[in-house]
């Protein structure tokens, strides 16, 4: 693999991220819940694991 | 979260908080991409020296009037667990004193200015401000002065120094 690529591959991963960052808050805020709902699952699933927090949870708002 | 807002904003005009401002990753993810996070930070000055013992105690009082539930240090307000955070440093002050207006859910606010945020994710030191500090400086755009005079004010140089050829 060239150099070039990895650079190439680097910088567009650096465009999408900052891209990202300039989405609306409100939709990341829509991101937050659905990465909370994904992150309860996984608890969930590993409850034997040590260090689960069982205080984390699901946001319940309207919007 | 608009809820939410207007229930906190409502402790200004009762004159409950004299200011306050969104903090932690609620603030931060307004500036970088959003991950998982449980809790809405809030900086806030309560404008009183009355009550040291128990400086949040009219807040919790109010929680209990509004039926909003109380976790240890968080409140439940419309949903969503809410920590209030009494300035605790002269830097996480300065940071409240200079803090944003925004409007957010046709709501006004107000949030800590980036370059805050990072000086303060290098004053904690915690592994998640570290990964999230290296993304403000890819996805943020912070103003680089404003950035290094906050840096040079509370002493962080030798901090910043450490982080930036660890991970910059």
Known sequence: ?????LKNLSD???VFHKKGAKTPYEEKFKIIIELQKMSIEMQNRNAK???RDKKRCVWRVEN | MKKTLIAINSLLDLGILKKYAIAGGM????????????????????GSEENSLTPLSQIYTWA????????NEHIM???????????YNPLVSEALDNSRNISLFEVNTSILEPEYLMAIMLQTRRPADYERLIRFFSEADPD????NSIINKFGLEEKYDAFRRRFL
């Open chain 1, 1 to 5: 693999m060239n150099n070039e690529y």
């Open chain 2, 144 to 147: 680089p002065v404003k950035f």
């Open chain 2, 64 to 71: 209990e009037k509004n039926n909003y539930l109380t976790d």
């Open chain 1, 12 to 14: 567009h991963k650096s």
């Open chain 2, 27 to 46: 603030a931060q993810f307004y500036y970088i991409e959003p991950s998982v996070t449980y809790d809405l930070d809030l900086i806030v000055n309560i």
């Open chain 1, 49 to 51: 694991r040590p260090g």
């Open chain 2, 77 to 87: 307000i419309e949903g969503i667990p809410v920590q209030f955070l009494l300035e």
